[in-house]
């Protein structure tokens, strides 16, 4: 069941001023790490209520408590729980997005004041939060507008789950996620969960996301003498915790990203010519990593070597060096006490828990074959448990025929290098499929200068996202 | 020719009134590397003036110039220059000492006011630069004006160089002492240097120090993307700079402090039975490093290879990174563009110029093995030659003899680790024997907090210098 062309239509015809509320929506600078802009949080809670409600949806603003910024105790920006439709023949879909975003300056090197959203003559639209995550929860609302204003039914029931916190660890809603998807909560009777918040890889083909990669951080913190020492009068007399934790830190991952602490690699399988042939698949290039990252410096020539990487492999990043000298110039200090950081990005079955043993025991007998008399210490600093989903359920159906029908074509089946913890926090808390149904394109440059979301991708977004409900409640009628 | 016995008991009888003016030297807070504080090093250098000119001694103060620091246009601090006696049968002994101090301030950790010279129970005297440099300075003005009061002549023509900006890479002075030292120039006709400015090994024996480590300064910049990447999204994509630069630092030297650089280590000969003799002849343990070091952490038990690791063997020390994440918590960037830092400390025959081609060569060949993507450059940031002299010169015989009358002991015979760049100054355009002869303790902490001088080092201190005036008198009388 396709949508209406009424839909369709209307979608188009209201293009315009679907674009003049998204710039109101820009205009509001609801940075939520940024404890100035706390109340312009506040301000895009109260519009994000007040648009739903415009629209028939039944809201609840949600306070979550206080936390501390920047020495500041402040309250948390209430969340936006809708709710539309309790037909026991309708399947129950809940969508989440995030009305807050990064932090963005003219200063940084915008080309025009990031939070007017300018109308570029190319059809972009540049503002802050245009793409991340702005444009994907008016998206969900220009579908309700048709449906309020033509007094249509949904095809399914619908509940929204939208915050202020996401750019800033979502500090408060895994409690009210567990809380909501109990017995009588909020989020009871849901089959299944849509979010709209990541990307195309290009600029080209849509995507469907079903997986996420999980992250764990450590710490490596080597210490020796009780104070920095003078590197001419201790050079070569003692041993410097530096010299140890640069050997350490270079026993983690060798050049090509392979993952040298034994047993972690091995706990991925490797691909066989059908799952190559998924990544085969993606309409992605080396030139296009090589674009994003902004040289010619990828792993390897090989697209789906490339792609496995970010997508089914773990990775392992050196971040640097906490203790030692970091400014410019030149310090001729040995430090005394030094913390080398790292994290890896973990895929199933890894989780944090079962990588901590392996890292510890690898560093543990590195550290013991150097022979220095400096102490060291493993030190475990959070973690994320990866996300994959089955991309042959009738959530990802319902997405791969909506995709198709908007856009007439297939779209791409990813995996995401980066993590959306609160994926795994609805997937578990409500036992129900999740999918991942990005609107913008790869170049949006969501925390960068400069970010926009494309006028087509906009307008063509919102029939994905109308016409998937309809999927979703054909399949439901089956 | 000891020194007459009249002064030996002046300097005894006049303890008291030395600590006081020493105590009035301490209270000008004369800090070289803080703009705010230049008024008062231009104070400390009138002070020296007139104290000098007080006991007969010609005086010059020469303007040296500007420089930038700070964002701040700054007048350099006049250099105190002074010359007592002309007599051609007397050898001309040039003084060298500097009257700017380290910072301090009461929070950094001091028991008293850093300003105010507070005498301890135990006969210490704290003060910022009781030791480091002004107590050395008074130590020849306590000598001279024995001489004065009595109308005795010295043994020897003087001449004297007190600079205010040592503690900040000594602006200015080489360029005066190149010019002083031609024909006509102030420091025309002097036949030997003291300088009294750095620290026994212990606090046992006195020192004679006879060698200093040069040190030359190293980035390895690696750079990759265009801007800092996102560690989900690329990790495992692409050639991390961080990766490489880890891997190469690792390459430069062992944990026990071997300099793997191929061709460094080698330029220096292996120690004979004869000159170890020299290094276990030293009043100097294990013990005492590992206690200065705060830890139980050298590099050997044996007593002979931790003191050659200091005083005869080039180091290499790696200093931190520049670029990576440094700060506390858990960052998840990839840096785009890294820079490691390091230096060496040299030895004789090392020159930065001709370690550089070995450093070069190595750096390159390690990265070109790694088959990174990833740009790489070597940059030197800057250096200066080791200085070693020889210690059966009458300067240092004159030296020994006076230790020997004051301590009634044979001093230690050492090399610094660290550099004191004025010292290759004078002995290179002089073309004369310079002796580091100094009056404090190893732990006096001259750069630390509690800065303090025994009362025994700046009163027998004295004494030794005005001893060390009368046998270089004598050695020119045989
Ligand atoms: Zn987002
Ligand atoms: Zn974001
Ligand atoms: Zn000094
Ligand atoms: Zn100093």
């Not at 674009?19 to 100035?36: H, M, T």
């Not at 929204?160 to 660890?169: A, I, R, S, T, V």
């Amino acid at each position: 069941m396709p949508a209406p062309k009424e839909f369709l239509d209307y979608v188009d015809d209201q293009a315009d001023a679907f674009i003049q509320r998204l710039s109101e929506a820009v205009s509001i600078k609801s940075v939520s790490g940024d404890a100035a802009y706390r109340p312009d949080v506040f301000k895009m809670s109260d519009w994000v209520a007040k648009q739903f409600r415009a629209v028939g949806v039944e809201i609840q603003q949600v306070e979550i408590g206080n936390h501390v910024m920047d020495g500041h105790k402040l309250e948390l920006p209430k969340v936006v729980l809708g709710r539309l439709g309790n037909d026991p023949r309708k399947k129950t879909v809940l969508v989440y997005g995030h009305f807050d975003v990064q932090p963005a300056n003219l200063s940084d090197g915008w080309s025009t004041e990031p939070f007017t959203l300018s109308v570029q003559p190319n059809g972009q639209l540049v503002g802050r939060g245009s793409s991340d995550d702005k444009g994907p929860i008016l998206g969900w609302l220009n579908t309700l507008q048709y449906h309020y204003e033509n007094k249509k039914e949904l095809p399914v029931n619908l509940r929204c789950c939208f915050e202020g916190m996401e750019e800033n660890g979502s500090e408060g809603l895994d409690e009210l996620v567990e809380r909501e998807s109990k017995p009588g909560g909020w989020f009871d009777g849901v089959d299944c969960v849509c979010i709209s918040d990541n990307y195309w890889l290009n600029t080209r083909t849509p995507v469907l996301t079903y997986g996420l990669r999980g992250i764990t951080y450590y710490k490596l913190n080597v210490s020796g003498p009780s104070r920095d020492l003078h590197s001419g009068v201790f050079g070569r007399t003692v041993h410097e915790p530096m010299t140890d934790l640069i050997k350490l830190m270079s026993t983690l991952v060798d050049v090509n990203g392979k993952i040298l602490i034994p047993g972690i690699d091995d706990m991925v399988g490797i691909a066989d010519e059908e799952e190559r042939k998924l990544y085969e698949a993606l309409d992605y290039s080396v030139q296009d990593v090589e674009a994003s990252a902004g040289a010619p410096i990828a792993l390897s020539s090989d697209k789906v070597e490339v792609l496995m990487g970010r997508m089914r492999m773990p990775s392992l990043s050196l971040h640097g060096i906490e203790g030692a000298f970091y400014g410019p110039g030149a310090k001729t200090v040995i430090p005394a006490k030094v913390s080398g950081k790292f994290s890896i990005r973990l895929v199933p079955p890894q989780t944090p828990n079962n990588i901590l043993p392996l890292v510890k025991a690898h560093v543990e007998s590195e550290f013991a074959k150097l022979g220095s008399k400096n102490k060291f210490e493993l030190e475990e600093l959070h973690g994320g448990k990866p996300w994959v989903t089955k991309i042959d359920h009738w959530n990802f159906q319902a997405a791969r025929a909506a995709t198709k029908a908007v856009y007439n074509k297939d779209p791409d089946m990813t995996r995401e290098g980066g993590s959306i913890p609160v994926t795994l926090t609805f997937a578990e808390a409500l036992g129900v499929n999740v999918l991942l149904l990005p609107m913008g394109r790869g170049d949006d440059g969501a925390h960068s200068t400069n970010e926009k979301l494309d006028r087509s991708n906009f307008i063509e977004g919102t029939k994905l996202l109308g016409t998937y409900l309809y999927e979703v409640g054909a399949i439901a009628g089956k």
